[in-house]
């Protein structure tokens, strides 16, 4: 089925994708579209989850730079049955994280500093195990492509208005132009929402039931989603197409726009995991969740004062 939504998702890309190339250059710009798209499509197949850790300027950590963190996703992927993807960590203050890569065994988890920062570890795990339903689901690879060919329609669409000449050569003309810039990420965002809500609901449901504690995920998520509304994250709002990645959506604007956003409501989403935890027989609103103690770093080991041990996460 993954691999299904992702023909689906290729096809409409590559279809907007020619559409725009028509609308810019008659039917030569249709078939040079083509190409470009065949070859973006390629590249993006095997390098998008590259490319996207770059633009938020992820750096990869090991069980050395970051024992804690590290330790945590090793169980969590043994617990989901799944190989130890990469582990990266984001400079941004912002709270959120996200998951890539083009399959399980090619899997990356990002996070950001502002997430190790607000976060306990019992809150970090089931983020963690969100991203990790994600990559068990694979959904990482629609993900990624998504984001990657949807800038680049922005960009196509921009280069419409710039160069799109007349309408006695076939271009689109100034007032075309126009609209090309602002319908055509609008088409692309729609391919995006019809995939990433219900993306985010069964990621949610597998992340609950790798942790094994869904009131700490909807805890984690109420915190990321409060930080979210007033910490800003600027990688994410250069590139609005990879927002759809993030656990929470990045974008400064995201709670205006309930209509276009690419997440489901946060509320929602903490009803449903409410529900999946009195279905464990877990009461809503008992689980105590201890803050995070403070280190000179973030991700900082026990031994500097990092994350305290504490429940099945804590375990040496």
């Given at each position: 089925?993954?691999?299904?939504?992702?023909a689906i998702l290729l096809a409409a890309m590559t279809a907007l994708f020619m559409g725009i190339g028509y609308?810019?250059?008659?039917?030569?710009?249709?078939?040079?579209?083509?190409?470009?798209?065949?070859?973006?499509?390629?590249?993006?197949?095997?390098?998008?989850?590259?490319?996207?850790?770059?633009?938020?300027?992820?750096?990869?950590?090991?069980?050395?730079?970051?024992?804690?963190?590290?330790?945590?996703?090793?169980?969590?992927?043994?617990?989901?049955?799944?190989?130890?993807?990469?582990?990266?960590?984001?400079?941004?203050?912002?709270?959120?994280?996200?998951?890539?890569?083009?399959?399980?065994?090619?899997?990356?988890?990002?996070?950001?500093?502002?997430?190790?920062?607000?976060?306990?570890?019992?809150?970090?795990?089931?983020?963690?195990?969100?991203?990790?339903?994600?990559?068990?689901?694979?959904?990482?690879?629609?993900?990624?492509?998504?984001?990657?060919?949807?800038?680049?329609?922005?960009?196509?669409?921009?280069?419409?208005?710039?160069?799109?000449?007349?309408?006695?050569?076939?271009?689109?003309?100034?007032?075309?132009?126009?609209?090309?810039?602002?319908?055509?990420?609008?088409?692309?965002?729609?391919?995006?929402?019809?995939?990433?809500?219900?993306?985010?609901?069964?990621?949610?449901?597998?992340?609950?039931?790798?942790?094994?504690?869904?009131?700490?995920?909807?805890?984690?998520?109420?915190?990321?989603?409060?930080?979210?509304?007033?910490?800003?994250?600027?990688?994410?709002?250069?590139?609005?197409?990879?927002?759809?990645?993030?656990?929470?959506?990045?974008?400064?604007?995201?709670?205006?726009?309930?209509?276009?956003?690419?997440?489901?409501?946060?509320?929602?989403?903490?009803?449903?995991?409410?529900?999946?935890?009195?279905?464990?027989?877990?009461?809503?609103?008992?689980?105590?969740?201890?803050?995070?103690?403070?280190?000179?770093?973030?991700?900082?080991?026990?031994?500097?004062?990092?994350?305290?041990?504490?429940?099945?996460?804590?375990?040496?």
């Amino acid at each position: 089925m993954g691999y299904f939504r992702t023909a689906i998702l290729l096809a409409a890309m590559t279809a907007l994708f020619m559409g725009i190339g028509y609308l810019i250059g008659g039917q030569t710009g249709m078939v040079i579209a083509f190409l470009v798209a065949a070859a973006m499509n390629l590249f993006a197949y095997w390098n998008s989850d590259r490319v996207v850790l770059s633009m938020y300027g992820a750096r990869e950590v090991d069980e050395r730079a970051a024992p804690e963190l590290y330790g945590l996703v090793r169980r969590l992927a043994s617990d989901a049955g799944l190989p130890m993807p990469k582990v990266y960590i984001m400079d941004n203050p912002q709270p959120n994280a996200f998951a890539t890569g083009r399959n399980p065994e090619h899997a990356a988890v990002a996070v950001t500093t502002g997430l190790l920062e607000r976060l306990n570890r019992d809150e970090l795990a089931g983020v963690l195990a969100h991203e990790l339903g994600h990559v068990k689901h694979r959904d990482t690879l629609t993900m990624t492509i998504t984001a990657t060919l949807a800038g680049a329609i922005s960009m196509l669409a921009n280069f419409g208005f710039y160069f799109g000449g007349s309408r006695n050569n076939d271009g689109v003309g100034p007032i075309g132009g126009l609209l090309l810039v602002i319908l055509a990420p609008i088409a692309a965002a729609l391919v995006q929402f019809g995939i990433s809500r219900g993306r985010e609901y069964e990621a949610d449901r597998i992340g609950a039931e790798i942790s094994k504690r869904p009131l700490s995920l909807a805890s984690a998520l109420r915190k990321i989603s409060s930080a979210a509304e007033q910490i800003p994250n600027p990688p994410a709002e250069r590139n609005p197409a990879s927002a759809h990645l993030f656990i929470v959506n990045p974008l400064s604007g995201a709670r205006m726009d309930n209509l276009f956003s690419t997440h489901p409501n946060v509320e929602n989403r903490i009803a449903r995991l409410d529900e999946i935890a009195a279905r464990m027989g877990q009461a809503a609103g008992v689980e105590t969740l201890e803050p995070p103690a403070r280190a000179s770093g973030p991700w900082a080991s026990p031994q500097q004062g990092g994350w305290r041990r504490r429940g099945p996460w804590g375990q040496t």
